[in-house]
């Protein structure tokens, strides 16, 4: 059937068919004429497409996009809501640049040693099409509600070199100050729950439109799986909750992006000692008697 519709993958059908993304008006209109709808069915569909929005039309306000992209910026398009975890990275809708440019190459490496078709991709454009991804965060109008939980490893020196941590850092520092956007870093020694360890990074996506079901999305660093089944969703949002309540507040959150960002600095840009010999502070006597420094 991809085949009769001219359509790249089975896995834009599978979008469609579980409510995944906002179906295209062309694809609708391809899929009825595959189907022999009669005219009143077509009026309807059509209708009901045209009022979720025009997909190719939306698609044309990024900057970039690409295919491996694509199926999580259709989610966060129409989002009310966000909720985000991963136990390794920092979200990719957070990442600056040079954390991104590190994620992707690294990954890239094992696609290179293990023949993956996606090992001659654009690194370039693929950054940009995670950035295009996160002006949803900041757009004037129906931006969405996000909340991520940071791990503290993921901004440790084992995610990239210094000058990289530290630019990510004040980025965090910035977002965490949109009014639309909550961060919460959990401390490496912190329990969750009953000593719970949540295996997967995941993020689960709530729409405007009552129609559009929860999804949920789950990844596995070289597989993604979605879902919107009920009970899977729920268990994900339970981890969630033992995963806000576990972590630093918002406000102590932000202090801590500071501190950790400061300290990054001072490391980098450490005091240089004055040339010549030593000279002891100046001293005043004080009304008590004491010799007080000045």
């Known amino acids: 059937m991809i085949d009769h519709v001219g359509w790249a993958s089975a896995s834009k059908l599978s979008r469609l068919e579980n409510g995944r993304s906002r179906p295209d008006p062309e694809d609708v209109r391809d899929l009825l004429e595959l189907y022999g709808a009669d005219d009143a069915l077509r009026l309807e569909l059509l209708g009901i497409t045209h009022e979720a929005g025009d997909m190719r039309g939306w698609l044309k306000g990024y900057p970039a996009m690409t295919q491996q992209q694509r199926g999580f910026a259709e989610l966060e398009a129409g989002c009310a809501e966000i909720s985000e975890y991963n136990p390794v990275l920092v979200p990719g809708l957070l990442q600056t640049t040079g954390y991104a440019r590190m994620r992707i190459a690294s990954a890239r490496q094992v696609d290179q040693a293990a023949g993956a078709p996606e090992a001659d991709e654009d690194i370039e454009t693929e950054i940009r099409a995670r950035q295009a991804r996160q002006l949803a965060l900041t757009r004037e109008t129906d931006a969405p509600r996000y909340t991520a939980v940071l791990e503290e490893t993921a901004l440790g020196h084992r995610a990239g070199p210094s000058e990289v941590l530290r630019e990510q850092l004040a980025q965090l520092c910035e977002l965490a100050m949109l009014p639309n956007v ?11 729950g009953q000593w719970y360890l949540p295996p997967t990074a995941f993020s689960v996506y709530r729409f405007a439109d009552p129609l559009d079901p929860e999804t949920l999305a789950i990844e596995g660093g070289f597989t993604d799986v979605m879902s919107t089944e009920v009970i899977t969703l729920n268990r994900y949002k339970v981890v969630f909750e033992w995963l806000c309540t ?15 960002a400061g300290r990054l600095s001072a490391a980098a840009n450490p005091p240089t000692a004055a040339s010549g010999p030593a000279t002891a502070p100046a001293q005043r006597r004080g009304s008590s008697g004491r010799l007080t420094e000045r």
């Open 182 to 192: 909550t961060l919460h870093v959990l401390l490496r020694d912190t329990p969750i």
């Open 246 to 260: 576990a972590a630093l507040s918002a406000t102590d959150t932000a202090t801590w992006l500071m501190e950790s």
